[in-house]
């Protein structure tokens, strides 16, 4: 199975594209869907027209929640570069861009969302532009409407494309999980 990662500026719509992609809820946590917002990091996975499986880790776009960003992106091969056609590149996607430059992630895709909303045009030009300056360079590009269903066979397509040029997943050998919390239960011994 592949994995990729969603980037990009809060409430630009990643776990409504990943919903539409996959019929699943990426959202866990009741809070996160009472207040519409992604809080936590959320999984959900989806078999393309190539018959091979792609799970997503939607992340959360708010500048509070970049910690919790870095750790979705931090082992994933590949990326969805998510930008709103009715807002633009925005601070947390430049932010979340600088972080996926820092790690070296060559492989992605841009969706401009919310066609539905907006001309996805000028969002498209700025974010290729962008991008362009950064370790993910010239990747493919297009405008859907997870509401409306436009872009979305063709987003299937760009993702098979995608995934295979991805790198094969390591089967074997030791597995990295990366920790994001520590807590440390001491007792007073164990503190003197």
């Known amino acids: ?35 519409g917002m992604t809080l936590d990091l959320g999984f959900a996975w989806t078999t ?7 799970a997503f880790v939607d992340v959360p776009g708010h500048e509070r929640f970049i910690a919790t960003m870095l750790a979705g992106v931090g082992p994933v091969p590949g990326v969805v570069i998510v930008v709103a056609a009715d807002e633009g590149w925005c601070a947390q996607t430049a932010e979340h861009v600088a972080v996926l430059d820092s790690l070296g992630v060559q492989h992605g895709l841009l969706v401009v969302t919310r066609s539905d909303l907006a001309n996805p045009g000028p969002a498209l030009s700025e974010a290729r532009a962008r ?38 997943p390591v089967t074997h050998g030791r597995v990295r999980l990366f920790v994001t919390i520590v807590l440390s239960l001491c007792t007073g011994a164990e503190r003197s």
């Open 48 to 54: 393309l027209g190539n018959g091979r499986t792609v």
């Open 131 to 168: 991008l362009a300056r950064t370790s993910l360079g010239q990747v493919e590009a297009l405008a859907v409407s997870a509401i409306t269903g436009a872009g979305l066979p063709l987003l299937r397509g760009a993702l098979e494309r995608l995934v295979s040029d991805l790198p094969e």
């Open 1 to 35: 199975m592949h994995v990729l990662a969603t980037a990009g500026h809060v409430n630009h719509g990643k776990s409504t594209l990943v919903r539409a992609l996959t019929g699943m809820e990426p959202d866990r946590l009741t809070e996160e869907r009472r207040r």
